[in-house]
């Protein structure tokens, strides 16, 4: 209850804060790739119950000869590479924050496709409220590997505390300041997740 006054509390906060960079990357966004400014995609939350969460969008709609959409490393390219890289593209999750579909700390909220891929354990992932940010994002957010990410997701389901939020949104802070972990090895973002082997 009090995490959820806390969420609410600061995410209004910041959107009022940040209401002049919401503007500015919104015009950005729509003078160089045009509408939608909003990308909305369907993601399990708390229980494993679907909601929709907001991003900036960032890629392109240009398509090849036979009106198919690029790979996704063609279509993220310029003031799009700029936003991701920045995690400017994560502000509008205020929003859902906001609405109580998300809180500030927690396991990040995956494909809806997963959710038949996750063991017993992995699927613990889900009995909090998803976040903006996670123990598993200051600890290699990208970079590190799904196993890795689903084991800290559960250590934190396991663990979490005021402290601890507090903690995880400092070294967040820290790793956005320096850019570091947005993209994996081999992609631009985390490559899928194909299940337990």
Do not use: C
């Amino acid at each position: 209850m009090l995490k959820s006054l806390f969420d609410k509390t600061l995410a209004l906060f910041l959107i009022i804060l940040f209401s002049p960079i919401y503007i500015i990357v919104s015009l950005l966004i729509f003078v160089k790739m045009g509408s939608p400014i909003l990308f909305r995609q369907k993601r399990p939350g708390y229980k494993e119950k679907i909601f929709g969460i907001y991003k900036f969008r960032t890629m392109s709609n240009e398509k090849d000869e036979n009106g198919e959409l690029l790979p996704d490393e063609k279509r993220l390219i310029g003031i799009g590479k700029f936003i991701r890289s920045t995690s400017l593209d994560e502000l509008p999750q205020l929003l859902n924050v906001l609405k109580g579909e998300m809180s500030f700390v927690g396991p990040r909220p995956l494909l809806v496709e997963y959710l038949s891929l996750y063991n017993e354990e992995q699927k613990r992932r889900h009995d909090v409220k998803p976040g903006i940010t996670g123990w598993a994002q200051v600890n290699g957010r990208n970079a590190i590997s799904w196993e890795q990410k689903f084991e800290y997701d559960v250590w934190y389901v396991e663990n979490q505390s005021f402290s601890l939020d507090m903690k995880i949104l400092w070294l967040t802070l820290l790793k956005v300041l320096k850019r570091s972990d947005i993209s994996s090895n081999s992609h631009i973002s985390m490559e899928k997740f194909k299940g337990n082997k």
